[in-house]
T-cell receptor, first 116, second 113 residues
Framework: EAQVTQNPRYLITVTGKKLTVTCSQN?????MSWYRQDPGLGLRQIYY???????DKGDVPEGYKVSRKEKRNFPLILESPSPNQTSLYFC???????????????FGDGTRLSIL | AQSVAQPEDQVNVAEGNPLTVKCTYS??????LFWYVQYPNRGLQFLLK??????LVKGSYGFEAEFNKSQTSFHLKKPSALVSDSALYFC???????????FGTGTRLTVIP
């Protein structure tokens, strides 16, 4: 089954404790992206990747890191999480160069992070 | 700069009635427009997209959307609403060659039995 898999689905942690949210897709998609969803703000893009070793900032990259060492994986890293990063996070992937090549994105089921 | 507005946080409609979820956009070039739906505890699912051509776009689950260039709108419609259509709906925009996608704030649709 074609899917985007995120782990963990839920995480409660404390300020300053490094964490990684994994994302894996099995569709051989070139484009991958991370979003955060907050009430009243919709989805905002954190980082995206056009292909292996090619990443770039989205609208809200501060406090986050990503890497793309393999085509299927695109982990999101919070080196020193803070309470304002409490949010619902989504990973997505698509063919080609992503939205600008009119390809729809496939989303994971989300990761709810609570930073205390 | 690209932006999307969904003017209604909440839309209520009776089952069997037509529904409309509104979206307006702003881009400097030619837009690519998308509608996604989000059910509880799930990620977003693609419904339909507008690239070019026919202004009426048909998508999944009986949904369609009408592109209006002069009004810069891309409203989502369905002739007869089902209770199972109740969900959160997002409009999104990008433009040719862009690498990112801008989402609206979402509209919660409730279909009343």
């Amino acid at each position: 089954e074609a899917q985007v898999t995120q782990n963990p689905r839920y995480l409660i942690t404390v300020t300053g404790k490094k964490l990684t949210v994994t994302c894996s897709q099995n569709m051989n998609h070139e484009y991958m992206s991370w979003y955060r969803q907050d009430p009243g703000l919709g989805l905002r893009q954190i980082y995206y990747s056009m292909n292996v070793e090619v990443t770039d900032k989205g609208d809200v990259p501060e406090g986050y890191k990503v890497s793309r060492k393999e085509k299927r994986n695109f982990p999101l890293i919070l080196e020193s999480p803070s309470p304002n990063q409490t949010s619902l996070y989504f990973c997505a992937s698509s063919l080609g160069r992503g939205p600008g090549s009119n390809q729809p994105q496939h989303f994971g089921d989300g990761t709810r992070l609570s930073i205390l | 700069a690209q932006s999307v507005a969904q003017p209604e946080d909440q839309v209520n409609v009776a089952e069997g009635n037509p529904l409309t979820v509104k979206c307006t956009y702003s881009v400097s070039g030619n837009p690519y427009l998308f509608w996604y739906v989000q059910y509880p505890n799930r990620g977003l699912q693609f419904l339909l997209k507008y690239i070019t051509g026919d202004n009426l776009v048909k998508g999944s689950y009986g949904f369609e959307a009408e592109f209006n260039k002069s009004q810069t709108s891309f409203h989502l419609k369905k002739p007869s609403a089902l209770v199972s259509d109740s969900a959160l709906y997002f409009c999104a925009v990008t433009e040719t060659g862009a690498n990112n996608l801008f989402f609206g704030t979402g509209t919660r649709l409730t279909v009343i039995p």
